[in-house]
T-cell receptor, first 116, second 110 residues
Framework: DAGVIQSPRHEVTEMGQEVTLRCKPISGHNSLFWYRQTMMRGLELLIYFNNNVPIDDSGMPEDRFSAKMPNASFSTLKIQPSEPRDSAVYFC??????????????FGPGTRLTVL | GIQVEQSPPDLILQEGANSTLRCNFSDSVNNLQWFHQNPWGQLINLFYIPSGTKQNGRLSATTVATERYSLLYISSSQTTDSGVYFCAVDKSDSWGKLQFGAGTQVVVTP
């Protein structure tokens, strides 16, 4: 299995630009999570999906952030407009959820975002 | 929300030494995972261990759910064990939403 795939691996952009991060979960997994990691706040959950449906987006910092999961094999996290404080590493993770129990979460390699 | 506390925050080991990392959590959990974040930033899943004991090579983990703590043991440490070790828990009604601890930074010197 290829594991969770994220693209791009690195993104450098200027303040005000739109940024789109992409994730392909492990085949067969039905839960997908977006996390952000910064030195100040550590690892924090932004949003998660179950069976392509957003379950909880309370971790999304502002309306500038949006996420979609149009099908079981693809998700996007979009920031529009981007700001320097959005600079962080963004991780996508996936897992299986059966009978109210979520199994091991597997993380992608992350996207390192720098907003100038 | 649930609180996750890891100790110690930092650990320096000589190659070959053994060590124990601790994770305390403030509420009952459905799931507990240990991760290793290597110096390149990759988060590697080590154990899925809501209760009991598991071993994987030189690493082992024990979770005592009734007392709300988990331990990660590293035996005969190697320089490749360097990195940050995270404990993360998922509350019983949280749909797999993991709450991470602040991590233990481990440096193994040759």
């Amino acid at each position: 299995d290829a594991g969770v795939i994220q693209s791009p691996r690195h993104e450098v952009t200027e303040m005000g630009q739109e940024v789109t991060l992409r994730c392909k979960p492990i085949s067969g997994h039905n839960s997908l999570f977006w996390y952000r990691q910064t030195m100040m706040r550590g690892l924090e959950l932004l949003i998660y999906f179950n069976n392509n449906v957003p379950i909880d987006d309370s971790g999304m910092p502002e309306d500038r952030f949006s996420a979609k999961m149009p099908n079981a094999s693809f998700s996007t996290l979009k920031i529009q407009p981007s700001e320097p404080r959005d600079s962080a590493v963004y991780f996508c993770a996936s897992s299986s959820r059966r009978a109210l129990v979520t199994d091991t979460q597997y993380f992608g390699p992350g996207t390192r975002l720098t907003v100038l | 929300g649930i609180q996750v506390e890891q100790s110690p925050p930092d650990l320096i080991l000589q190659e070959g030494a053994n060590s124990t990392l601790r994770c305390n959590f403030s509420d009952s959990v459905n799931n507990l995972q240990w991760f290793h974040q290597n110096p390149w930033g990759q988060l590697i899943n080590l154990f899925y261990i809501p209760s009991g004991t598991k071993q994987n090579g030189r690493l082992s983990a024990t979770t005592v759910a009734t007392e709300r703590y988990s331990l990660l043991y590293i035996s005969s440490s190697q320089t490749t064990d360097s990195g940050v070790y995270f404990c993360a828990v998922d509350k019983s009604d949280s749909w797999g939403k993991l709450q991470f601890g602040a991590g233990t930074q481990v440096v193994v010197t040759p």
